[in-house]
């Protein structure tokens, strides 16, 4: 059975996620077609309008309901985390321009994420952003502390920082 190689792969003692990716990828569709209510990794899903669905539907939602509850997840955002976070030793960082509203020059919030290699500097961070912040870099700040930190200041995991450049991106 299922749960029987389950555990056996998980006494080998190796690090074992089960994934569902068919539900998944059902969930996300019926998300995107917004007829349900779901985020990748969510534990579970609400159904907006069960009127409108057809008994197949019902039936994938039902069987995807009970994979949730027993699982707790799809595993598929468990997996892209611990190949990003673990194999990768990659670390997230959220650059703002707005430092007051956590927002790009857009106004939108926290629009962005990075994923830059743990040890990574600020100025790093400004190169992924674009060459031209990276080569007018003076400062960041961590918006968190308010501290100003130098070219040479590593990133942490969830770090929110904003680039100070004599020269902006084109």
């Given at each position: 059975?299922?749960?029987?190689n389950?555990n056996a792969?998980?006494?080998?003692?190796?690090?074992?996620?089960v994934?569902?990716?068919?539900?998944?990828?059902?969930?996300?569709?019926?998300?995107?077609?917004?007829?349900i209510?779901?985020?990748?990794?969510?534990?579970?899903?609400?159904?907006?309008?069960?009127?409108?669905?057809?008994?197949q539907q019902k039936?994938?939602?039902r069987?995807?309901?009970?994979?949730?509850?027993k699982?707790?997840?799809?595993?598929?955002?468990?997996?892209?985390?611990?190949?990003?976070?673990?194999?990768?030793?990659?670390?997230?960082?959220?650059?703002?321009?707005?430092?007051?509203?956590l927002?790009d020059?857009?106004?939108?919030?926290?629009?962005?994420?990075?994923l830059?290699?743990?040890g990574?500097?600020?100025?790093?961070?400004?190169?992924?952003?674009?060459?031209?912040?990276?080569?007018?870099?003076?400062?960041?700040?961590?918006i968190?502390?308010?501290?100003?930190?130098?070219?040479?200041?590593?990133?942490?995991?969830?770090?929110?920082?904003k680039?100070?450049?004599?020269?902006?991106?084109?």
């Amino acid at each position: 059975t299922v749960d029987k190689n389950i555990n056996a792969m998980k006494n080998t003692g190796r690090d074992v996620i089960v994934c569902a990716s068919e539900a998944e990828n059902l969930l996300r569709r019926a998300a995107k077609k917004g007829i349900i209510h779901y985020l990748p990794g969510d534990n579970s899903f609400n159904i907006k309008q069960e009127a409108e669905l057809n008994d197949q539907q019902k039936k994938a939602l039902r069987i995807i309901r009970n994979i949730l509850s027993k699982y707790g997840s799809t595993g598929i955002q468990e997996v892209i985390n611990y190949a990003c976070f673990k194999l990768l030793n990659l670390i997230v960082v959220y650059p703002v321009e707005d430092e007051l509203k956590l927002t790009d020059k857009k106004g939108n919030i926290l629009p962005d994420a990075r994923l830059l290699p743990r040890g990574s500097t600020a100025k790093d961070l400004a190169h992924a952003i674009h060459a031209d912040l990276a080569k007018g870099f003076l400062y960041a700040i961590d918006i968190r502390s308010k501290q100003r930190l130098s070219s040479e200041y590593k990133l942490k995991n969830n770090d929110v920082i904003k680039i100070v450049s004599a020269t902006s991106r084109s």
